[in-house]
């Protein structure tokens, strides 16, 4: 029979993405989705025949344990979160409800249903915040700099803690910034190639930016997806670092954007301190060796190939959004 995993999150980037992974791997994949006015479904529209999605709330314990009750899946990958940082300052309350508690009301539902699934959870470089040492690692201690950053560093500690309490395979992946033509275009990375695309096609004139020194380890999104389904195939589970071990500036992205069009960055990109973060997260570049060594992963696109195929995703969006008009 074929294995079945459960994806909360299912609509977004990541779970887009492993979705289709995780079918290309012969799955029966389950999605959980909101109940909201807004639901979107773009990202997974081309497989959504392919998939069985469900109702269910990471703020709802019951839901959880009904679905798992009903589909019964052998692995779940816990994607679901209120994930932009700079929402989190303004939304505190919300994005613990969901990024943090969110994760143990999973496990607990696990616990309850089945301790025999295999439990991945999102974990994220932004629990490093202000680095205690340069590059990060798995060992490397954590000091948050959002209420986004301070949730994930709760969602992975209580994993650790249901793993070594009740004995469930449960790992979290610490996965560096990774982006691609499904980031929202809330994301600075999308924001860019968006702004990129509209400037070259002559809609809009300049792209409004906060901290351009801000440095990041960026890497291509359906390589940190292959990962996460790697991580729950090991004999014991583990936390891993996924990164490229690189690290690139919002500047460094603009100029490669912007000159895979021909035009110059300095021309367009404007510093607005409204986009500035209260408390700034400067360098994060993670070693993944122990990924390397323990699960043969490796990223296959580089930075600039990356950001190159972000802006001709973006172009061809807008073209085809102009005929359609």
């Known amino acids: 029979m074929a294995k079945k995993a459960l994806i909360t999150g299912i609509t977004g980037q990541d779970g887009s993405h492993l979705a289709e992974f995780l079918l290309e791997q012969g799955y029966e994949v389950v999605g959980m989705v909101r109940r909201t006015s807004t639901v979107r479904f773009d990202r997974i ?80 470089s932004e629990m490093f915040g202000k680095v205690q040492e340069v590059p990060q690692r798995e060992s490397t201690p954590f000091y948050p700099r959002s209420p986004y950053g301070v949730a994930k560093v709760y969602g992975h500690w209580i994993t650790i803690n249901y793993r070594e309490s009740y004995d469930l395979f449960a790992t979290s992946g610490i996965l560096f910034n990774h982006e691609g033509p499904r980031r929202g275009v809330e994301f600075v990375t999308r924001k860019i190639t968006d702004a990129v695309a509209r400037i070259h096609l002559g809609l809009q004139q300049e792209l409004r930016l906060g901290n351009l020194d801000s440095q990041r380890d960026w890497g291509w999104a359906p390589d940190y997806v292959r990962a996460m389904w790697l991580m729950l195939q090991q004999p014991e589970p583990d936390d891993y670092v996924i990164a490229t071990g690189e690290t690139h500036s919002v500047r460094e992205f603009c100029q490669i954007a912007f000159a895979h069009v021909g035009l110059d960055w300095e021309g367009h990109v404007v510093l607005d301190d409204r986009f500035v973060r209260p408390a700034e997260v400067d360098l994060l570049i993670g070693d993944p060796s122990k990924a390397r060594e323990k699960l043969g992963w490796s990223p296959t696109v580089s930075f600039p190939e990356m950001v190159r195929r972000m802006v001709d995703n973006d172009v061809r969006l807008l073209k085809e959004e102009r005929e359609l008009a």
Request: charged fraction near 20%; proline fraction near 5%.
């Open 45 to 124: 529209r081309h497989i959504q025949d392919r998939l069985t999605l469900v109702p269910g709330d990471l703020l709802d314990e019951i839901s959880l344990i009904h679905l798992l009750r009903e589909h019964r899946p052998q692995e779940v990958y816990n994607l679901a979160a209120q994930s932009f940082v700079q929402t989190s300052w303004s939304q505190p309350v919300f994005t613990g409800e969901v990024t943090a508690l969110g994760v143990t009301r999973v496990l607990d539902a696990i616990r309850i249903v089945d301790p025999g699934i295999r439990f991945y959870q999102a974990s994220s």
